[in-house]
């Protein structure tokens, strides 16, 4: 007799209904959506807060003189302002970006680092929070397990003299694990070092307060947290983002320009050079509110549920191997990246596979982490990664239908 199935809680599942991108099918079959590290869909109330200010609010922000001038520039500042919320900071310490590479680079740029500055990050970073650490300065990476988790406690043998900054994911895009970031905060601070947190895959996956962690700057991209491309946000203390030199200059920016000098804004404006990305930010807004109505913490429970179905899952796949794979289940998130040895397969064949015989949706590649797959010894792996709108039961059908792989 087969052991009867488990009821899993699916405290989220009403939400599929708000993602018209769940509607699609492939060869007739409706798709599996489980990329949303690479980036999610978007929940309706996105698609209409972008397509109304399209539709009937069109002007530029903090540069026109008419009712729709500022009514757009009201609804800009709106935006920074539930940001700032959503975070726990203030409307000051928010710049919008293009992304979280973008927010990385305009720290990079700005401390006006050395090249034998040093920067300490675990070596599994994603190149975005890697390489401009790299070109403006030195990169020291911090250890790996055998398994590819950072040794995060070997922080302190990482640090010297010539230390400037500390940068590393908050959950990293191929562990899937909550970084012990309190600690390598507490770390820099005993020392007087700033650190940069990467929340793009955390962000919209556990509740973030950035007084309560006292992180000095963080960092997460818009399309990854329910909302569109082109838009991201820097969060900076406000005496830091002060100091930072400018990162591009141009109009919107400055306030006064004569033919001796210039005056720019002050924090945020000053970094936000150019007409910048108005629905962008309008429609990040609305993907916050969003997951503030369905509660991060009810987000965070169900992520972390997720998480661990996935690994157990994987466990029941023969020759499933998992990066990270003996970090806390308890700090994992729907993340998980894993190699198939039993296969004989690619990863990229892998999710190929799943896709054209599965409608199963994932990744496979190297995730922009070549330095993690090298040290692994790998040529790519397979990312799973699920969102408020997946189920137990589609995690059930990717650990069946990668069993089905295996053969
Ligand atoms: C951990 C992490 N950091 C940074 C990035 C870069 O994000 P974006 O390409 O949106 O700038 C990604 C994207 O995959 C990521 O997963």
Known sequence: ???????????????????????????????????????APKPRCVIDAITRVLSG?????????????DEITGEYEAARLRIATFLNASPAEIVFTRNATEGVNLVAHGLGLKADDEVVLPALE???????????????PVGLSEDGYPLYDDVGEALSNRTRLLALAHVSNTAGVVAPIESWIATAHSRGLPVL??????????????RALDCDFLVFSGHKLLGPSGIGVLYGKRELLERLALYQTGGGMVRYHGNERFEVHDVPLRFEAGTPNIEGAIGLAAAVSYLDRLGMDTVSTHSHALGKHLIEGLRTVPGARVVAGSAPVERRIALVTFVLDASGL??????????????ILVSGGYHCAHILHHRLNLEGTVRVSASVFNTHDEVERVVSALREIVG
């Open 57 to 69: 609010h069109t002007a530029n922000v903090h540069r026109g003189v008419h009712t729709l001038a």
């Open 346 to 359: 690619a990863p990229e064949s892998v999710a190929r596979l799943l896709c054209d015989r599965h409608q």
């Open 126 to 140: 994603h190149h975005s929070n890697f390489l401009p650490w790299r070109v403006h300065a030195r990169a020291v």
């Open 197 to 210: 947190v990467d929340a793009s895959q955390s962000a919209s996956h556990v509740p973030i307060d950035v």
């Open 1 to 39: 007799m087969t052991p009867p199935r488990p009821v899993w809680r699916e405290p989220l599942a009403h939400t599929r209904a708000d993602f018209p991108l769940l509607e699609r099918t492939i060869d007739g079959h409706p798709i599996v959506y489980l990329d949303s590290a690479s980036t």
